[in-house]
């Protein structure tokens, strides 16, 4: 293998570990899932192998990340090591489609309905955009040749800054994928990877191979869930209703007849399944037989008239109700194994409710399992994969060709203080008004004894306004709370404001496993503690039943893998808002004494040395120096 291709003088010590494993796996073509915490350098450490090996061997290396922001980290990295070095090679950076389209509107549309449109808009010859790169004959036009040419010298560039480049004429879309045809670094999102049909088209228009690429998938422990979710479907008996109305405003009589029919079908189901309770399991034959029943037509022959009213509609309007429900019941037709089929009442703020039909992808192996086997060697990494051993076994890797690594962290380990404190819980038989006093008690004792800011992450909105009273009138520093209700822009305001408060201290209270508990970085003074009320388990209804049967059924760890574990990631992931860099001082606090048993400890990454206690503020302060950092 040639020189490794670094960003940097050379890897530090715990961080060249992970070089040596990620060129081993690619050299011996096996797979590697890395637990390397926080401050590692994940990404220098595996795209500089990575890069090095694809110049040496030929090969394509996909990067693959679950949010937009992980993308500019790798882009500074391969200008670093393109700096450093010399060297010249590709870089493509592609975020979702529909983000770096030209078109006005597109942004309300939903990822499905985006490409419905997209694709409408292509075969009809009526975006400018895309007819300015391949006109309306399908070639490659002179203009959109140059501009890639263009690009290719400025170096490795991000997807916003290409679309600045070439919104205003092109489709930026497939400008980064000609960029991509002759990129050895691809760097996409895990929809572009993961969903199948979008995979087949995706790597045609790079004309790009699995068998010849390796992936490096970023913050991996996203991925089970994110890919449940995009294999899964669901409709509800609004989109029904809606899908009427529009059928009926383009003038498809006989398709609102039929469209009206199955709202009287999503009404027999909900009287034959739902008597006893909000939710049921449905078959896949019997749905067939009330939709056919009800509207008097033949299933796929119903999907077929639905399909091309949609094409008609779709024609002058970017979306389509009836797409959708002609969509839904396409799918509803796919296997029974690694799938829940399941009816339930859903419940409005103004009490009204309505019915939503779903199929849930229970198994993310039956997308990802074949990727993996196909490339040449992919990497899992992420600070939150403990216990190695789940993912490997949820996404599918093949035991025998995969390396699980657990790193320590390089962080010095007198700058992280870790407590569990057993004496309270939120456990859903003990929540009452004297246990949330008791929460709130303790997290006032040690609020109030850390300099700076803190925060607190409950495991719901619900508990955090249980405890909310009890604290409020009894804290030394500001206080600022995210609503579920609060918008992306509500949210960075919040977030800013909370940052400015820093040097007076304040105290942000959010849920744990939402947007303030991942992916945010507050380091220093921004974040000096965090405190994690309660783990935050989810509701005990049929989706999460038939996940923990199914892991039971196929791993025989359905308790662990279905429901404590992706639980205990979510805890974790908060915690992890502190301590960010080698220079940070902190403290985390895992509140609730389940934290201390042994199948939730074990998720606690072992670096963090994790100490159970009721001395908790004693400890702080010792840790603080007394309130002085």
């Not at 469209?259 to 749905?287: H, I, Q, R, W």
């Not at 805890?571 to 609730?592: H, L, Y």
Request: aromatic share 10%; proline share 4%.
């Amino acid at each position: 293998m040639s020189q490794l291709l670094f960003p940097f003088d050379k890897p530090r010590e715990i961080q060249s570990e992970l070089v040596v494993d990620v060129q081993n796996a690619i050299q011996n073509k096996r797979h590697l899932i890395a637990h390397a915490p926080t401050g590692l350098g994940k990404t220098a450490a595996t795209l500089g192998p990575a890069l090095t090996a694809a110049l040496d061997s030929g090969y394509n290396v996909f990067f693959l990340t679950p949010k937009h922001a992980q993308h500019q980290i790798a882009i500074e990295t391969l200008q670093k090591i393109r700096a450093r070095h010399g060297v010249k090679f590709g870089v493509a950076d592609l975020i979702g489609k529909k983000w770096m389209c030209s078109m006005q509107g597109v942004d309300k549309l939903s990822s499905k309905e985006f490409n419905e449109f997209c694709k409408n808009m292509r075969e009809d010859e009526k975006c400018p955009y895309f007819n300015a790169v391949y006109g309306k004959k399908s070639q490659l036009q002179g203009g959109a040749m140059q501009l890639v040419s263009e690009l290719k010298g400025r170096g490795p560039l991000h997807a916003e800054e290409l679309f600045s480049a070439a919104h205003e004429n092109f489709c930026s879309y497939e400008i980064a994928a000609l960029l991509g045809r002759d990129a050895q670094i691809v760097i996409a999102d895990y929809f572009h990877i993961f969903q199948p049909s979008v995979r087949q088209f995706f790597l045609g228009r790079l004309r790009k191979e699995l068998k010849n690429s390796v992936l490096i998938i970023d913050e991996g422990h996203n991925l089970p869930g994110r890919v449940r979710e995009i294999l899964s479907e669901r409709l509800t008996s609004f989109v029904v209703d809606r899908a009427a109305k529009e059928a009926n405003a383009f003038h498809f009589d006989d398709l609102v007849a039929c469209l009206n029919y199955m709202s009287d079908a999503f009404d027999n189901l909900t009287k034959n399944y739902l008597s006893e309770g909000p939710e049921n399991f449905v078959k896949k034959e019997e749905f067939i037989s009330e939709v056919e029943t009800s509207t008097g037509r033949d299933y796929d022959e119903l999907i077929g008239d639905l399909e091309a009213a949609a094409i008609e509609i779709r024609k002058s309007a970017k979306k389509s109700f009836v797409g959708a429900v002609a969509e839904f019941l396409e799918k509803w037709q796919g296997d029974d194994i690694g799938f829940s089929r399941i009816l339930k009442k859903k419940f409005l703020k103004s009490g009204k409710h309505f019915i939503e039909v779903s199929y849930n992808c229970l198994s993310p192996a039956i997308s990802v399992g074949e990727v993996i086997k196909e490339s040449v060697s992919t990497i899992l990494m992420s600070g939150t994969l403990v216990p190695c051993e789940m993912y490997r076994d949820l996404l599918g890797f093949p035991v025998e060709k995969t390396d699980l690594k657990t790193y320590p962290s390089p962080f010095p380990p007198q700058n992280r203080l870790v407590l569990i404190e057993p004496s309270t819980t939120t456990k859903f038989t003990s929540r009452n008004t004297d246990e949330y006093k008791k929460i709130a008690s303790e997290c006032v004792g040690i609020v109030n004894t850390v300099p700076n800011n803190c925060a607190i992450f409950f495991p719901s909105y619900y508990i955090m306004q249980s405890v909310l009273p009890f604290l409020e009138g009894k804290l030394s520093k500001q206080l600022f709370i995210d609503r579920s209700d609060l918008t992306k822009q509500q949210r960075s305001a919040l977030l800013a404001a909370f940052k400015n408060a820093a040097s007076s201290g304040a105290l942000l209270l959010a849920v744990q496993g939402g947007s303030m508990s991942e992916g945010i970085d507050l380091p220093g003074e921004f974040l000096k503690c965090v405190v994690v009320v309660g783990v935050p388990l989810a509701s005990p209804d049929l989706a999460t039943k038939s996940l923990i049967d199914f892991y039971d059924y196929k791993y025989n760890r359905g308790w662990d893998y279905g429901y404590i574990y992706p639980a205990m990631t979510r805890a974790i992931q908060a915690a992890g808002r502190c301590i960010r860099s080698p220079e940070d001082r902190g403290a985390v606090i895992f509140m609730d004494k389940r934290f201390a048993w042994g199948n939730y400890l074990k998720c606690i990454p072992p670096e963090w040395k994790a100490v159970t206690t009721r001395l908790v503020s004693e400890k702080i302060k010792k840790f603080f120096g007394n309130g002085k950092d």
